[in-house]
């Protein structure tokens, strides 16, 4: 993304930051390149911060420019980059849902995916959907074997977002069938309630 839109200079140190003030008549001003430069980082981090789940977000809390956020990123997790890139893909690979809802899975997922974006490894789309899906487990196949019959491929935020949808769908379909038992069994109980009260009053009619 800042790729596309030309903007890594923010986080990989070509582009720093003008002074902050200028000389004008002898006299210092404002620069007006620096609040251009300082829009466009604090935009860059924006882009930056909108991508991190909440764990990671709490390796940049009080930093204030792209750079710095990229500089933690990179002091955090680039040591032994290499073997921690082995460690946290087979890590991701083998994480499953099991009892936690998907929107928690989900977030341990992309806390995984965030780490390796960050020592330079970012997982591509095609792995990513695919390791969330083998993920979620047997409950899941119905909905794991709809995504893989999809003719395009789907991004991983969107397949989160279905999966999310679907597990709402599950629960619903669950309640409903439920109410339904719990409805059938009252009415047998109330239809054997009440053959046995006619019974014993005919019983009790006879013997009158």
């Not at 899906?133 to 893989?148: N, Q, V």
């Not at 309640?175 to 409805?183: D, E, G, I, P």
């Amino acid at each position: 993304m800042l790729s596309f839109q030309k903007l890594t200079g923010y986080v990989d140190g070509t582009l720093s930051s003008p002074p902050e003030t200028t000389t004008a008549n002898e006299k210092s001003v404002p620069n007006p390149d620096f609040e251009t430069w300082k829009d466009t980082d604090q935009k860059v981090l924006w882009l930056i911060q909108s991508s991190l789940s909440e764990e990671a977000m709490n390796e940049v809390i009080g930093l204030s420019t792209a750079r710095q956020v990229w500089l933690a990123f990179e002091n955090a997790y680039s040591h032994c980059s290499l073997e921690r890139m082995h460690t946290l893909r087979d890590t991701l690979r083998q994480l499953q849902k099991g009892s936690s809802t998907v929107s928690e899975f989900g977030q341990k997922f992309k806390l995984l995916c965030d780490q390796l974006a960050a020592i330079g490894h970012p997982v591509d789309e095609n792995d990513k959907c695919h390791w969330f899906l083998c993920g979620l487990g047997s409950a899941f196949e119905t909905f794991s074997t709809a995504h893989y019959a999809l003719p395009t491929p789907t991004v991983f935020r969107d397949l989160l977002s279905k999966a999310e949808n679907h597990e709402l769908f599950l629960q619903t379909i669950h309640v409903a069938t439920t109410t339904q038992a719990a409805f059938i069994v009252q009415q047998s109980c109330s239809a054997n309630h009440s053959r046995n009260y006619h019974g014993t009053n005919r019983g009790r009619g006879r013997g009158s």
